[in-house]
Each structure stands twice: as structure tokens, then as C-alpha cells.
């Protein structure tokens, strides 16, 4: 299997594409998982946004701008489609893993051109179920795999090329209006530019305006709609607010240990005991940088969840596939692929089913707190988003963490009359409020009790 897919023929695609389609129809025919809730968030978020509101100004949510757009038009075509969720993540997925092989082989990355890049970046995308359905991660780094290989390009043109450093700012920007932990990208460029591509002070400047092109044309979005005060209000809390601690790194770590191991074998071959041109220099240092920056973005993250990992594939790929071309003849070899191929996918299916059993709150259970009727609007003040299940959203406030570092947070009157016409505007039928939130709120704002009762701890009802 593994001599298949290291020759250079385009048809060896098909195998990839055979590859995806029997693991699709493994995990979402025989074991699929609950939703999560992460993706009932995106759901609800997509199904709100097509009622004509606006993310940031009228829901309190971090998900990307491009993402929550993205996830409205789903909503529009699919409603609350989880089969289109991963219809469309697994379409990315053929397209990031068929424009990166294109790029290895593009720029004579290896020795050999070869079509292993493209299995094993397929296997490693089911490290776990949620890096193969669609999310912000995953729409953002499609753009980002667009960037890292707009910069590959400058490691073999010899004439400075204006079109490539544009693009590479465009697509980061991009990337990060998608998921805004991807503003990571911008460092990376700068120093990558500088110290390994060797830009010029023009190059630079244009992936510059590149970068900030798309983010800029936001936040015009944002002001044509008079939500840009509130857009920049809520941007610093994204970064700051309490983590959703679904997993630990521990159990990250056990899961990435054989492609982390077999990634840096392939490293130490390919810097250490390979010879390699100037050019293959500069894209392995780009790949480690790239690799290292990822490392310190996870902070960034909110959501503690394997659907960030993404991050690392195009890298790893690329030191997994050095770890191949020279070991692979071996029967490690041989063997160390199919445990990739087929064990892989099998450990994160396990870990996924140890998290089912245990008390991780990252798959969606149905509340016991909250037992009402279906089809109504509501507003969960709650980590727990399983009331969303047979409801909609009917109020400002999605994400519970970062609810509350707003609601927390010293508010002028202008903001507290901001969330005083949110809540009357919108007027959410039931309040699933747990955590005392909607009762401080009432408390602040005397007039919302007027609209407001308690009909038993922690549910409030519009009168």
C-alpha cells in the first residue's frame, strides 16, 4: 500500500478519495457520535443569523465573522443539517489535501514528487471525528494551507513576484476572519518573510495591506450595520474570557504521540543525514516555524476541543512524508503506515468513546434542568447548550463564558442600555438561567422585571 502511493500519478487521488469515503462511511454509518456542543452553538448561531441578526452587535458569541456568515447560508440551504456539516467539512478536507500534495511536488519539496502527502494528511485529519466535519478551524485553515503554499512559492522564484505576496497576506487575513485565533499568521509571515524568504521591504509591505485587507472590509461591514462600537467591545473579551476546558493536553498528547514521533524521525533524517538544497532549506524551516507558532496559538483557544489541532496537519504531513521517503522500503516503515492509515482514526474513535463514558461535557446530553416545550425561543445562560436541541435562539447571549466576562465587566450606560434593547427587541420566551446571570441582570435593569417571572429556580418567562 505504501509503495501505491508514493508514485508520482495523479490517479493515486482516487485512493485518497476511496480512503475518505470508506472512513465517512464508517464513522457516520456505524460510529457516529452525539453533536457537540461547540456545533449545536454553530447551528443555532447559523439559524439566528438568517433571522436578519448580526453576530457581535445583537449575539454575544467568538465565532469568526466569515464563519458565522458561512454557517447562516448552511443553515439557509440545510437548516439544521448535521449531515451537511460533514458533507462540506470532508469537502475541504479533498481540498486542502489535494492543493498541498499539488504544492509539495509544485516546488520540489522532496527528492521525489509522490502522492504520500496526500494519504497521510487524509489519516491524520481523523486523529478525531471533529477534524473532519466543517468548523471555524477548519474553513479557516483552508485559506492558511493557501498562504503557507503562496510562501513556498517564494522560496524558488528568483524575481520578485507582487501577485504571491499579496496573496499570501490575503489568504492569512482571510483565514483569520474565519477563526480569529488565526492571527497567529500574521507574525509568522512577518518573520518568515524577513529572515527565510528574504522579502523586500515592498513585499513586505504589500502582504501587509494584504492582511488587513479582509479584516478591514469587516469591520466596514460592521460600521455600514452600526455595530462596529459593539464589535470592537467585544473583540478584547474573545481573547480573555474563561476557557471551556473539554479535554485535557494530556490526552492531546497521548493521541499525537506516534505521528508527533514518526514527524520527528523525519525531521532528524531529512536536516541531519539527507543533503538538501537551498530551497528545501528554506521550506523546512518555514514547516518548523510553522509548527512552532501552532504550538503557542493553542493558548489562544477557548475551546479546548481536538478540532484545533488542524493547525498542525500541514506540517506534520510534511515530516511524516520525509520519515516515509527514507524508511519506507522497511518493514518499520511498512508497518508504521498502516498503524497511520487504520490505527489512527481506531484511537481516536477510542478516545471519543472513553469521553462518551465519562463526565466531559463536550457532547450535548439533554438537560434535566430545563424540561419545556420544543419550538421556542430561548436564551440559555448556561455551559450546557442542550435546551437548543429542540429550540432556538430568542436572546443576545450564546456563548455562556464569554456572557459572563461581559455582563461582568464595567458597562457605561450606553452598553447597559445596549443589552436592556437586545433583550427587549428580541424578547427570548424562556431564560434558562442556572447560574443567577438573567437574575442579576433583572436586579440592574428594574424595567425588564415587568416582562419577566420566575416559574421555577433558575427559569424565567416572558409574561
Do not use: C
Request: charged share 15%; net charge neutral.
Amino acid at each position: 500500500m505504501l509503495s501505491f502511493f508514493k508514485v508520482n500519478d495523479p490517479f493515486r487521488l482516487i485512493g485518497v478519495a476511496i480512503y475518505l469515503i470508506l472512513l465517512a462511511i464508517l464513522m457516520l454509518g456505524f460510529f457516529s457520535f452525539p453533536i457537540t456542543q461547540p456545533r449545536l452553538l454553530w447551528m443555532v448561531l447559523g439559524e439566528r443569523l438568517s433571522d436578519g441578526y448580526f453576530i457581535y452587535q445583537d449575539i454575544i458569541d467568538d465565532t469568526g465573522p466569515l464563519s458565522a456568515g458561512f454557517f447562516a447560508i448552511v443553515y439557509f440551504v440545510f437548516g439544521r443539517s448535521e449531515w451537511a456539516y460533514e458533507l462540506i467539512g470532508r469537502l475541504l478536507v479533498l481540498v486542502q489535501v489535494i492543493y498541498w500534495n499539488s504544492v509539495l511536488i509544485r516546488y520540489r519539496v522532496f527528492e521525489e514528487n509522490t502522492y504520500l502527502p496526500a494519504i497521510i494528511m487524509t489519516a491524520l485529519f481523523h486523529l478525531s471525528f471533529d477534524m473532519i466535519g466543517l468548523s471555524p478551524a477548519l474553513l479557516g485553515s483552508t485559506f492558511l494551507v493557501l498562504a503557507i503554499g503562496q510562501l513556498f512559492s517564494q522560496t524558488v522564484l528568483q524575481k520578485e513576484t507582487s501577485e504571491s505576496t499579496l496573496l499570501i497576506g490575503i489568504y492569512g487575513g482571510i483565514a483569520t476572519g474565519f477563526h480569529l485565533n488565526f492571527g497567529i499568521f500574521l507574525p509568522f509571515m512577518i518573520f518568515t518573510g524577513i529572515a527565510i524568504s528574504g522579502f523586500s521591504f515592498r513585499q513586505l509591505f504589500l502582504s501587509l495591506i494584504g492582511f488587513f485587507l479582509p479584516l478591514l472590509l469587516i469591520l466596514v461591514f460592521f460600521f455600514w450595520n452600526d455595530g462596529l462600537k459593539e464589535t470592537l467591545q467585544i473583540f478584547p473579551l474573545i481573547f480573555t474570557y474563561e476557557k471551556y476546558n473539554y479535554q485535557s493536553l494530556i490526552t492531546w498528547a497521548i493521541l499525537g504521540a506516534f505521528p508527533v514521533l514518526i514527524a520527528l524521525v523525519g525531521y532528524f533524517y531529512s536536516a541531519v543525514l539527507r543533503g538538501a538544497t537551498i530551497n528545501q532549506q528554506k521550506q523546512r524551516q518555514i514547516m518548523i516555524l510553522w509548527l512552532i507558532i501552532s504550538l503557542g496559538g493553542l493558548f489562544l483557544n477557548k475551546r479546548q476541543a481536538t478540532y484545533h489541532l488542524l493547525i498542525f496537519i500541514p506540517g506534520l504531513t510534511y515530516l511524516i512524508t520525509q520519515f516515509f521517503l527514507n524508511i519506507g522500503r522497511g518493514l518499520i516503515g511498512k508497518l508504521a503506515f498502516l498503524i497511520l492509515l487504520f490505527g489512527l482514526p481506531a484511537l481516536g474513535w477510542w478516545y471519543n468513546q472513553v469521553l462518551l463514558t465519562t463526565s466531559s461535557t463536550y457532547f450535548v446530553e439533554r438537560s434535566k434542568e430545563y424540561i419545556g416545550q420544543s419550538g421556542e425561543k430561548i436564551m440559555v445562560l448556561s455551559s450546557d447548550s442542550s435546551p437548543f436541541l429542540d429550540n432556538s435562539l430568542g436572546g443576545p447571549f450564546l456563548n455562556f463564558n464569554l456572557t459572563k466576562a461581559y455582563v461582568d465587566s464595567e458597562k457605561s450606560l450606553e452598553q447597559k442600555a445596549k443589552i436592556f434593547q437586545n433583550l427587549t427587541i428580541q424578547k427570548p420566551q424562556v431564560v434558562v438561567d442556572p447560574a443567577g446571570i438573567f437574575k442579576n441582570l433583572l436586579e440592574e435593569l428594574p424595567a425588564l422585571k415587568n416582562l419577566y417571572t420566575e416559574t421555577q429556580p433558575g427559569i424565567f418567562r416572558l409574561k
